[in-house]
Antibody, heavy 120, light 108 residues
Framework: EVQLVESGGGLVQPGGSLRLSCAAS????????MHWVRQAPGKGLEWVSGINWNSGRIGYADSVKGRFIISRDNAKNSLYLQMNSLTSEDTALYYC?????????????WGQGALVTVSS | EIVLTQSPGTLSLSPGERATLSCRAS???????LAWYQQKPGQAPRLLIYGASSRASGIPDRFSGSGSGTDFTLTISRLEPEDFAVYYC?????????FGQGTKVEIK
């Protein structure tokens, strides 16, 4: 059974940093691309970033480019999102998603999310 | 960036009725890489349709997707009580993915 468990969320001040982690199990992690998608309170879904199986292809939404860094450790079956220069606009539930293939395919499984609140 | 516009914003229907949801793209979606997700309150999204018309594993056949290029449709043939939720389209054909703003299907 595919399981994705996000951690690292919390309350951070504007301008601060936070690192999210996503622990994956139930599938061969290094065979699949992975993505981060967020949802602000009461709002819709927003794709944040994606990474292919070997970190050779990485993409970011314009809203986070230059501030967020996605990475993965295939030996640890883990996905990460380093978030810097956070603003109130980054307050959201952050979902980790498993791609359907090793490249840029659709997300077919999601974690339950990690809540990030940016506030003074 | 490809902008996806979903309509209507809210659809008020009764159980047993047919639901038709639209997703229009600002430019052609490469290889029809268009997916539909269902989200219920407090839950993560669930993949329903990918590649514009392929049903994901375990999805009932009352859900169907159609369309190509810039115009896509999700149809729920007969609404069941558990189908009342918010539905999002996603294009994953470009390096920068984008979601539609969502359509809420509510009980009339």
């Amino acid at each position: 059974e595919v399981q994705l468990v996000e951690s690292g969320g919390g309350l951070v001040q504007p301008g601060g940093s936070l690192r999210l982690s996503c622990a994956a199990s139930g599938f061969t992690f290094d065979d699949y691309g992975m993505h981060w998608v967020r949802q602000a309170p009461g709002k819709g879904l927003e794709w944040v970033s994606g990474i292919n199986w070997n970190s050779g292809r990485i993409g970011y939404a314009d809203s986070v480019k230059g501030r967020f860094i996605i990475s993965r450790d295939n030996a640890k079956n883990s996905l990460y999102l380093q978030m810097n220069s956070l603003t109130s606009e980054d307050t959201a539930l952050y979902y980790c998603g498993k791609g359907a293939d090793g490249g840029w395919g659709r997300v077919d499984y999601w974690g339950q999310g990690a809540l990030v609140t940016v506030s003074s | 960036e490809i902008v996806l516009t979903q309509s209507p914003g809210t659809l008020s229907l009764s159980p047993g009725e047919r639901a038709t949801l639209s997703c229009r793209a600002s430019q052609s979606v490469s290889s029809n890489y268009l997916a539909w997700y269902q989200q219920k309150p407090g839950q993560a999204p669930r993949l329903l349709i990918y590649g514009a018309s392929s049903r994901a594993s375990g999805i009932p056949d009352r859900f169907s997707g159609s369309g190509s290029g810039t115009d896509f449709t999700l149809t729920i043939s007969r609404l069941e009580p558990e189908d009342f939720a918010v539905y999002y389209c996603l294009q994953y054909g470009s390096s920068l993915w984008t979601f539609g703003q969502g359509t809420k299907v509510e009980i009339k």
